[in-house]
């Protein structure tokens, strides 16, 4: 008989292999999704149906004293104190590989087994569900409400990201396994398919944010010659549709299909894709630091290894050139979106193996070594700010900026880091000067043009390299800065 400490889940069976567990969250998962898709699929033709839930898959784990895992080296794969601990999953299809890397961890570092069962957290239809019939309208949302559950915005939040769940906050019954419940991912993987016009499973691990039509371009062209040679480690390229192109000698299995959109969603995603998963996404996130959060707060679900902005800055240093690049290593964060979540005091670091990584690669695409180097590659604080026409404001700004010690202004990269922060996903900024407005160098269109032709593609070249050093131990990647005191046990 499993303990009763797991609260009002039901159904928990004991296992001390990783499989066998995440074939049991499969089978609970799949059940209970084939149910309501089929009520739903009655209820479209016009046929009664009593009300009817598909329930979370449950997994937890009950560490002893005597068996807690105490190595200071670990950023994660164990709970921090001795007690009880579980979380709800879903889709075991997309998850799988991820879910079982975590439970493998739980079961070599406790020596105790694992929990599933089926918790009492109802999966929303919306998240079962893709697209409606035609036959079903306006007149049908009240009735089919009451058969289906529909999203509880009340238990979909990021107490757990954000460190507030503890305390008065803390909810009855065990303590959080993950840094996001059921819910809360379903939500986001229903927004990616919203804001970027393809799927979830698309998005490889490695993500590039850029805030410039031009370098989705240059990434296309990349893409579409990597597809060309026979001997590229990409299989398949996707673009907004969601359209999907294969290498000619693609693994059996892959295979074209869709088209393209033909007006672009609001944050059109590209998704040039490794079999492994460790292939590399294009996010063009457009101008403003709203849409460099929302981007993040769905895409961070997925559980990245890791998330890199490139894009363009204005130079604050009249030694500055235009063209040359920005390696920020601290940030001031006037950008306003997090504020609520991440609080202005709480710093946000750099992550030393995405720095270095990052610097060899500029090195290594660029030639320059030496003096030269440190003359078109500076390293210092980048200002992201939420005003777009901030120039206009220069006289107030200006002891801030002063004070600050800042070496550029965007408007995504401190919302990128902070969210990385909060998140838990490593990150880094490589920004190219595109203008100095403070020293009234400002972009006219034949100089914008040249600067484009010269640097887009040699800064999208870092960017690559950099992933594919960070690709070769991605689990040096997770740094132990980025954990809280009472960290979930899941990366």
Known sequence: MVSEVHGS?????????????????????????????????????????????????????????????VESTLSFGAPRDPGVYGTTLTRPDLFEEYYREQIELLLKNHDVPVVVGVSDRPIPLPFLVETATDSIGPNDIRPMQLIFDMPDLARTDDDI????????????GPKPLSLFSGERVDYSLA???HYTATAPEHFQKFVLFT???????????????????PKSPYVAFVEPGP???????????????????????????YHLIREDGLGVTLVNIGVGPSNAKTATDHIAVLRPHCWLML????????????????????????????DSDLP??????PIAEVQVALADSVTKITGLKGREMKARMRTGTVATTDNRNWELR??????????SRAIAVDMESATIAANGFRFRVPYGTLLCVSDKPVHGELKLPGMANNFYRQRIGQHLQVGLDTIDTLRQDVNQLHSRKLRSLDEPAFR
Not at 211 to 229: H, M, S
Not at 344 to 349: E, Q
Not at 394 to 403: A, D, I
Request: net charge neutral; glycine share 8%; with cysteine.
């Open 161 to 172: 990201a954000n460190g507030v769940h503890y305390g008065a906050n803390a909810t009855p």
């Open 9 to 69: 889940v039901r159904d928990l069976f004991e296992f001390t292999d990783a499989d066998r567990a995440l074939a049991r969250i499969k089978d609970i998962y799949a059940t209970g999704a084939n149910a309501v898709q089929e009520a739903f699929n009655r209820f479209g033709q016009g046929q009664q149906s009593s009300p009817i839930r598909a329930y979370y898959p449950y997994l937890g784990i009950e560490v002893p004293p005597e068996k807690l895992h």
């Open 394 to 403: 220069y006289s107030e700004l200006f002891v801030r900026l002063n004070q």
């Open 243 to 269: 359209k999907v192109s294969v290498r000619k000698n693609a693994p059996k299995g892959w295979v074209e299909s869709g088209e393209a959109v033909k007006q672009l969603p609001q944050m059109p995603s």
């Open 344 to 349: 202005l005091w709480i710093p946000v670091p």
């Open 191 to 193: 927004r990616l398919r």
């Open 311 to 338: 894009g363009h800055c204005a130079g604050l240093r009249r030694s500055q050139l235009l063209g040359d690049y920005v390696l920020a290593h601290g940030y001031v964060r006037d950008d306003h979106v997090l």
């Open 211 to 229: 805030n410039y039509q031009r370098y989705v371009d240059e990434f296309i062209e990349f893409a579409k010659a990597q597809l060309d040679d």
